[in-house]
C-alpha cells in the first residue's frame, strides 16, 4: 500500500514520527518562533503539528513530509495567534499577568557550539558591521534608527546587515557541518512547492 | 521599511526583517503568503531565528576560555563597545526579536549559577561561623584556666587545661569517696562497712582516708558492733537451736554482712 493509495486521515507509523520529530523538531520550532514570537505558543504549536503528522501523515510522500509539516505547523500558528490575539485581549482587561520565570523552550533554540561560532565570526566582521549587528540586534534599534544614530543611509545600514548575517550564516553553517573554510554553506533541502 | 536595498531583497534577509517586526503590514502579509507556499522560505524563517538568537546569546553569555572576549581587533575601533558578557549592563533584561519577539532564556541568568553562589556562601558563612565559636570556647577554656590558676599553686603544669581537669579531680574525689562510704543509710547496704574493712586490705586507697579522718569513737563502736555480730554468729554456728534473748543487745533479725568479715 502507497502513499498515494492510503485515506487522506491516515495515521503516521509512531517510529517515522519519532524520527521526525528527532531530525526537524528543532528548526519547526524556530520557524514557529518566527512566527508567532512566543516561544512557549510555539511549543505548543509544534507539539500539535507533530500530533497531525501521528494522525495523518501517513498520506504525505516521504520527500515532501517535511513541507507538509511545516505548512500544517503554519497553518496551526496563525490559528493559534489569533486566538492568542483575542485570549490577549480579554486578558488585559481582566488583569495583568507578571511574565513567567519557569524554563523555555527558547533554549533549546540555539547550542553552546553555535554561540560560540558565532561569537567567534562575530569578532571576524568589519567594526561598521558590528556596530550595525550591535544597534539592530542588541540595542533593538529599527534599521532607520540604527542609520541616524551611525549617520548613514538606509541602504547601507541595511546592507551592511545583510553581509553581516550572510557571513554569520555561512559560519554558523559550516560549524554545524563540520566544515573548516566556511566559504561554501551547504546546500538547502529541496523546496517543494506544497499544495 | 519602504526603500530597501536589492541586497536586502534575498530570501534569507527578507526573514530576518519578517521576524525582528521590520516589515510593513502589505510587507508581512506577503511574506506569509510566501510561507504559505515555500518550503525555502520557512527554512529561511527558521534560520533567522537561529541567528538572531545566536548572536543574542554571544553577546550576553560567559565567553569561554580560548573564545574572544572581544569583537577582535575592531573593539577598539568601533564606538559601540564589544561583544561578550560585559555589554549585559547596556542590554535590556529581556532581549527581543525586533519589537515584540521574546527570547526570555537566551538572556536570563541562569538558575544553576544562583543555586552554585548560594551554596558557597553557605558554606563559607558556616565554616567561619565554626570557627569563631571554636575560637569562642578556647578563649572561655583559657579565661577559666587563668582563674583556678590564680588560686591554687599555679605551677606549669597545672596551667594547662588538662592540668587543671586532673587538679580539680583530685580535689573533688576524697569528697565522692566519702560520700560513697558515709553516706549511705540503707541498712542492708554493707559497702560502707565493707569499705572500711576493705580499707584495712589496702584494695583501695580512698577508704583509707577515710577511716583515718573518722573519729575513734566512731570506729571503736563499729568495731565493737562487728565483733558481737561475730561472736553471735559463732555461737550460733555451734548451737544451731540457740536462744534469741542470748544476745540481748543484738537484733534478732539482724544478719551478717555478707563479706563484711574478711
Not at chain 2, 525582528?20 to 510587507?27: C, P
Not at chain 2, 519577539?101 to 553562589?117: C, E, Y
Not at chain 2, 559497702?191 to 566512731?218: E, N
Request: hydrophobic share 40%.
Amino acid at each position: 500500500m502507497t502513499a498515494e493509495d492510503r485515506p487522506p486521515d491516515s495515521p503516521l507509523d509512531p517510529a517515522t514520527v519519532a524520527a521526525f520529530h528527532a531530525e526537524h523538531a528543532a528548526e519547526l520550532l524556530r520557524f514557529l518562533v518566527g512566527v508567532l514570537r512566543d516561544p512557549q505558543l510555539a511549543a505548543d504549536v509544534a507539539q500539535t503539528a507533530f500530533l497531525r503528522l501521528a494522525q495523518r501523515g501517513g498520506a504525505s510522500q516521504p520527500e515532501t513530509r517535511k513541507a507538509w509539516l511545516f505548512r500544517v505547523a503554519f497553518h496551526e500558528a496563525l490559528l493559534s495567534r489569533r486566538k492568542n490575539e483575542i485570549d490577549q485581549r480579554v486578558l488585559r482587561k481582566v488583569a495583568w499577568s507578571p511574565p513567567d520565570e519557569s524554563p523555555t523552550p527558547e533554549t533549546a533554540l540555539v547550542k553552546a557550539e553555535q554561540i560560540e561560532a558565532v561569537r567567534k565570526a562575530i569578532g571576524e566582521l568589519t567594526p561598521e558591521q558590528q556596530a550595525m549587528v550591535r544597534k539592530r540586534v542588541f540595542e533593538d534599534r529599527t534599521f532607520a534608527q540604527a542609520a541616524q544614530e551611525l549617520g548613514i543611509p538606509l541602504g547601507t545600514a541595511l546592507d551592511r546587515m545583510h553581509t553581516a548575517l550572510t557571513r554569520l550564516r555561512r559560519k554558523l553553517s559550516s560549524e554545524k557541518f563540520g566544515e573548516k573554510s566556511g566559504e561554501h554553506p551547504p546546500a538547502k533541502t529541496p523546496t517543494p512547492r506544497t499544495p | 521599511m519602504n526603500n530597501p536595498s536589492p541586497a536586502a531583497e534575498s530570501l534569507d534577509f527578507l526573514a530576518f526583517r519578517y521576524v525582528v517586526g521590520e516589515l510593513t503590514a502589505a510587507e508581512t502579509t506577503a511574506f506569509e503568503e510566501l510561507l504559505e507556499a515555500d518550503q525555502a522560505a520557512r527554512e529561511a524563517v527558521a534560520a533567522a531565528v537561529e541567528i538572531t538568537a545566536a548572536i543574542q546569546a554571544a553577546g550576553i553569555q560567559p565567553v569561554v576560555a580560548g573564545a574572544s572576549v572581544s569583537v577582535g581587533g575592531a573593539a577598539s575601533a568601533s564606538p559601540h563597545g564589544t561583544f561578550g558578557p560585559q555589554d549585559t549592563a547596556s542590554t535590556p533584561s529581556t532581549a527581543t526579536l525586533g519589537s515584540t519577539a521574546n527570547l526570555r532564556g537566551t538572556t536570563r541568568r541562569r538558575p544553576w549559577r544562583v543555586i552554585v553562589s548560594w551554596l558557597v556562601g553557605g558554606s563559607l558563612a558556616c565554616l567561619g561561623m565554626v570557627a569563631l565559636v571554636d575560637h569562642w570556647a578556647a578563649q572561655r577554656l583559657r579565661d577559666a584556666g587563668g582563674d583556678l590558676a590564680s588560686g591554687s599553686s599555679g605551677d606549669a603544669a597545672s596551667d594547662s587545661v588538662p592540668g587543671q581537669l586532673a587538679r580539680l579531680w583530685s580535689e573533688t574525689r576524697p569528697l565522692a569517696v566519702g560520700n560513697l562510704t558515709g553516706d549511705s543509710d540503707d541498712p542492708t547496704d554493707t559497702d560502707g562497712v565493707g569499705g572500711l574493712f576493705a580499707a584495712g586490705t589496702g584494695a583501695v586507697d580512698g577508704p583509707i582516708d577515710a577511716v583515718a579522718d573518722a573519729p575513734s569513737w566512731m570506729i571503736a563502736a563499729v568495731a565493737a558492733k562487728l565483733g558481737a555480730m561475730g561472736d553471735e554468729s559463732a555461737e550460733a554456728s555451734m548451737e544451731p537451736t540457740a536462744m534469741p534473748h542470748s544476745s540481748p543487745h543484738v537484733v534478732p533479725d539482724a544478719k551478717p554482712a555478707a563479706g563484711a568479715i574478711p
